[in-house]
């Protein structure tokens, strides 16, 4: 049996937001394992247990950049909200997404190796990532970019530095940058049911099973409650289906909003800062107990 420690306690929490109880039974239930703990708690729990799934624990910046018509998202990552805010730092992420616009680098390693002088520092963007390592004294990475280059219109949006959202269309401009704010709002998982990740249906329907289950009903009545939890999931992360932020009558879809607009989106791009990135949450208890039992040791 993995033993349970409050730091895991507290990172469960904190992706839960559930009673600090009911992460340790969970975390015991689970033998440790936190992504097994979770699933528990949102069987428990229903939705409330992942409605702070979303937060992160990484810092850094999203930038974008549209020249002549090509656009850019990008996200460059660093270790504290302190140095996300540096003016070097800054003007290094906006430069790299306008070279990721300009140039069309197919991986972050390409991007790294194009040309790039900034504060004394070159003349590669990596010579400069890592000038800037030196200077600033944190550690700074380029995490991943989207480029568009399809001919198509692009709306971009930026909530702050740490929400950045990019949407290919063709149509109105006001629309499509609406429905950019809605994404960065409402953070849809993908344009339509169709193209919702297969793996993320299937972690949704393992969880709509295990929570029909505990009723007690009949096999084909549990069925019925499995599939209709999916679909009503579909929904919620589609885009097209979402309730329209906008929305003057609290239920128009973005879909039918887009058609009454005459606008067609074709594809977009949320990114979240530190988004799916895990920070090392320290067990101070356990390091002091550590460093008690070496010096009896000695």
Same mark, same amino acid.
């Given at each position: 049996?993995?033993?349970?420690?409050?730091?895991?306690?507290?990172?469960?929490?904190?992706?839960?937001?559930?009673?600090?109880?009911?992460?340790?039974?969970?975390?015991?239930?689970?033998?440790?394992?936190?992504?097994?703990?979770?699933?528990?708690?949102?069987?428990?729990?229903?939705?409330?247990?992942?409605?702070?799934?979303?937060?992160?624990?990484?810092?850094?910046?999203?930038?974008?950049?549209?020249?002549?018509?090509?656009?850019?998202?990008?996200?460059?990552?660093?270790?504290?909200?302190?140095?996300?805010?540096?003016?070097?730092?800054?003007?290094?992420?906006?430069?790299?997404?306008?070279?990721?616009?300009?140039?069309?680098?197919?991986?972050?390693?390409?991007?790294?190796?194009?040309?790039?002088?900034?504060?004394?520092?070159?003349?590669?963007?990596?010579?400069?990532?890592?000038?800037?390592?030196?200077?600033?004294?944190?550690?700074?990475?380029?995490?991943?970019?989207?480029?568009?280059?399809?001919?198509?219109?692009?709306?971009?949006?930026?909530?702050?530095?740490?929400?950045?959202?990019? #949407?290919?269309? &063709? $149509?109105?401009?006001?629309?499509?940058? *609406?429905? =950019?704010?809605? %994404? !960065? @709002?409402?953070?849809? /998982? +993908?344009?339509?049911?169709?193209?919702?990740?297969?793996?993320?249906?299937?972690?949704?329907?393992?969880?709509?099973?295990?929570?029909?289950?505990?009723?007690?009903?009949?096999?084909?009545?549990?069925?019925?409650?499995?599939?209709?939890?999916?679909?009503?999931?579909?929904?919620?992360?589609?885009?097209?289906?979402?309730?329209?932020?906008?929305?003057?009558?609290?239920?128009?879809?973005?879909?039918?909003?887009?058609?009454?607009?005459?606008?067609?989106?074709?594809?977009?791009?949320?990114? #979240?800062?530190? &988004? $799916?990135?895990?920070?090392?949450?320290? *067990?101070? =208890?356990?390091? %002091? !107990? @550590?460093?008690?039992? /070496? +010096?009896?040791?000695?």
């Amino acid at each position: 049996m993995a033993a349970i420690t409050a730091s895991m306690v507290a990172e469960l929490r904190a992706r839960t937001d559930a009673p600090m109880m009911e992460c340790k039974k969970a975390l015991t239930e689970a033998e440790g394992d936190l992504v097994r703990a979770e699933e528990i708690l949102r069987v428990k729990l229903g939705n409330k247990a992942g409605k702070a799934a979303s937060r992160v624990t990484a810092e850094g910046v999203v930038a974008s950049a549209v020249v002549g018509g090509v656009g850019a998202l990008l996200e460059v990552n660093c270790e504290t909200d302190f140095v996300s805010k540096n003016d070097a730092f800054l003007a290094f992420t906006n430069a790299v997404a306008g070279l990721i616009a300009t140039e069309g680098p197919a991986d972050v390693a390409a991007l790294s190796a194009l040309p790039l002088s900034q504060e004394g520092f070159g003349p590669t963007v990596e010579d400069v990532r890592k000038g800037l390592i030196g200077k600033i004294g944190e550690n700074m990475s380029i995490r991943r970019f989207q480029r568009y280059a399809s001919g198509s219109k692009l709306a971009s949006y930026l909530h702050g530095t740490r929400i950045g959202v990019m #949407v290919e269309f &063709e $149509g109105d401009d006001v629309a499509a940058k *609406d429905v =950019a704010m809605h %994404v !960065a @709002a409402m953070k849809p /998982a +993908a344009l339509s049911a169709a193209e919702v990740s297969a793996e993320l249906v299937e972690k949704e329907r393992k969880i709509a099973a295990e929570k029909a289950a505990e009723s007690g009903k009949p096999a084909d009545i549990v069925a019925k409650m499995v599939e209709g939890s999916v679909q009503k999931f579909l929904k919620e992360v589609s885009l097209l289906d979402q309730v329209f932020v906008k929305a003057a009558d609290g239920k128009q879809t973005v879909g039918a909003m887009l058609k009454d607009k005459a606008t067609q989106v074709k594809s977009f791009t949320l990114y #979240v800062v530190g &988004e $799916g990135i895990e920070k090392k949450v320290d *067990d101070f =208890a356990a390091e %002091v !107990a @550590a460093q008690v039992a /070496a +010096a009896k040791g000695q």
